[in-house]
């Protein structure tokens, strides 16, 4: 799960994946693995409209196969439970 801070405040809109951002650099939100920010290959200015379909060619669909590994929210729900008592 996808948590963005920065999508919560008022009138905030909600860019989904693959999207163009409004931007002069036209930067596109892209899922992307934790290899690639940890080596500092991306950040949110790295991915644009030119380069994309590039990186889809070189890199694959990060999240192709993200039904396969889904996981139940329960036990994080649980213990957040627990712990607000």
Sequence with gaps: ML???????WGSTLASVYSVRPRPEATVSMPVTWKEVERGDVDPQTLTIRNMAARVDAVGDVWNDMWRRRRSLKPAIEKLKRLKR
């Design 3 to 9: 948590v963005d801070y920065n999508q919560n405040r």
